[in-house]
């Protein structure tokens, strides 16, 4: 059991982020009802700060409530996945474009090492660690965007899709083939130094793949 916090502000807080949390890396799954007393004793706080973070996390979308159920960890939308992975291919290309001019060598070498343990795991496959690796690949590529804005955008379209998916390759594990070839063509893209457009298309062109492949097997 954590220890419990003197501040109220700081117990709200860390009681969000504890749930959150749990939410995002899948401990609490999708309709797993959120008990505020239970939750209070685990953190050795009130129902208050409880009550705040889960107000918190239903803003975000991450948690719902229910008629004669009460708050639990909010269900799959299939169109708010879809809406979700075609912003962020939006985002993700727009900030790889502006990120070209300040990508550096080394950026582009860890790019490929997270690329090749991708590669390495299709013989045995992981869909949960090969998503953290496909995050990993595109923020080595489009972390020096010099708009902070985006890169915001592109954090929290991150944070969502976690909330949403705890693993797009577990739904369409054909796909990540396909993923790590197109990976490739974006590096050899930046270090042929393309115009700056058709990389921002094909890094768009890349998420919208995925969000095709998951309809195909959706229906």
Not at 11 to 22: D, G
Not at 66 to 90: F, H, I, K
Not at 131 to 138: G, P, S, W
Request: glycine share 4%; with cysteine.
């Amino acid at each position: 059991m954590s220890a419990p916090l003197t501040e109220p502000t700081s117990k709200s807080q860390f009681t969000y982020n504890w749930i959150r949390e749990r939410i995002l890396k899948r401990e609490f799954n999708p309709g797993y009802r959120l008990v505020l007393s239970s939750i209070a004793a685990e953190l050795g706080v009130s129902t208050v700060p409880v009550r705040e973070a889960i107000r918190r996390l239903e803003a975000e979308g991450l948690v719902e409530f229910e008629r004669n159920v009460g708050a639990r960890v909010a269900m799959v939308d299939e169109s708010e996945y879809v809406d979700t992975m075609q912003t962020l291919g939006v985002l993700e290309g727009a900030a790889t474009a502006l990120a070209l001019p300040h990508i550096t060598d080394e950026d582009l070498s860890r790019a490929q090492a997270v690329n090749e343990q991708m590669r390495a795991m299709l013989a045995d496959f992981d869909p949960a660690v090969f998503t953290a690796l496909n995050e990993k690949f595109h923020r080595a590529i489009c972390h020096r965007c010099p708009n902070s804005h985006i890169s915001k955008l592109v954090d929290r379209g991150w944070e969502r899709m976690a909330g949403l998916r705890s693993s797009t390759f577990s739904f369409v594990p054909n796909r990540a083939p396909h993923s790590v070839e197109e990976h490739d063509q974006i590096l050899r893209l930046i270090r042929q130094k393309a115009d700056p457009t058709d990389i921002e298309m094909t890094v768009r062109r890349h998420k919208w793949r995925t969000v095709d492949a998951f309809r195909k097997h959706s229906h």
